[in-house]
């Protein structure tokens, strides 16, 4: 009884993980630093647990397009585009993950991180009000090249591929944080596929466990979307911030 009592007090810490990891991932990123330490604490190997982990990231941004759609927010036919281009690169992403290790890598991705967040604070201001998005032409082909870029590091690990995408498409596509965020919930939910294929192929899931923790994500995404839609651009760039600093911190020194 006291094992069994143990057990489902494990199972409510990893749908709680679940829980901040889908609002967080939603409206900026770096959920996957919370659920992947979960998943191994359960027992998971760590090139299983990141395949796990990926039956969580694609309901809960499944779960976040209908909630960004549900408030009247989307950028079809675009997000479809990059989309497909980053699915592409997490084939590749997923199959290196599924032997590579490495706490170099870690740190680079801390050192990423701590830039993203110094453009975020000293950018320059636009306005984005007053320009036209940029999402055919030119820019749809040098978003498509790029995404596909994202999808390999995001089939890797997806750890921080939120902050990246929020970066790239208010610069290049002159998209508002809002409906980056809504692009960015459509192509991971997209290039996931890929990366779920790949860890499945070769053995790398726990599907209980997944499942269990996408209760969760599921939760935290759909209040987390349609919150963000609420609050608007500012609520959005606060959590930006701050889930950057936590992130490259988590990274370099643990």
Do not use: H
Not at 42 to 66: K, S, Y
């Amino acid at each position: 009884m006291e094992t069994l009592l143990e057990f489902d007090y494990n199972l409510l810490l990893l749908i709680g993980a679940g829980f901040i990891a889908g609002f967080v991932n939603t409206i900026a990123g770096g959920g996957t630093l919370l659920t992947l330490p979960a998943l191994i604490f359960m027992g998971l190997p760590p090139a299983v647990a990141n395949g796990t982990n990926r039956i969580a990231i694609f309901l809960q941004t499944f779960t976040g397009v209908a909630g960004f759609k549900s408030k009247g927010v989307s950028t079809y036919p675009f997000s479809i585009y990059v989309g497909i281009s980053a699915l592409l690169g997490s084939f590749i992403g997923a199959k290196i993950a599924v032997d590579i290790k490495g706490d170099t890598f870690n740190r680079i991705l801390a050192i990423i991180m701590i830039a993203v967040v110094i453009l975020i604070v000293f950018k320059p201001k636009i306005n984005l009000k007053e320009l036209e998005e940029r999402t055919s032409g030119r820019y749809l082909w040098v978003s498509i090249i790029a995404f596909f870029f994202l999808g390999i590091y995001g089939g890797f690990i997806n750890a921080g591929i939120g902050f990246l995408m929020l970066l790239f498409l208010p610069y290049v596509n002159r998209m508002s944080l809002v409906r980056a965020n809504a692009t960015k919930v459509t192509v991971v939910c997209i290039y996931t596929i890929g990366a779920l294929i790949m860890f499945y192929l070769n053995d790398k899931i726990n599907w209980k466990y997944g499942l269990i923790l996408s209760i969760g994500n599921i939760t935290g995404a759909w209040i987390s979307s349609r919150w963000s839609v609420k609050k608007g651009d500012g609520v959005v760039r606060i959590f930006l911030i701050v889930m950057v600093t936590l992130m490259a911190i988590k990274l370099w020194f643990f």
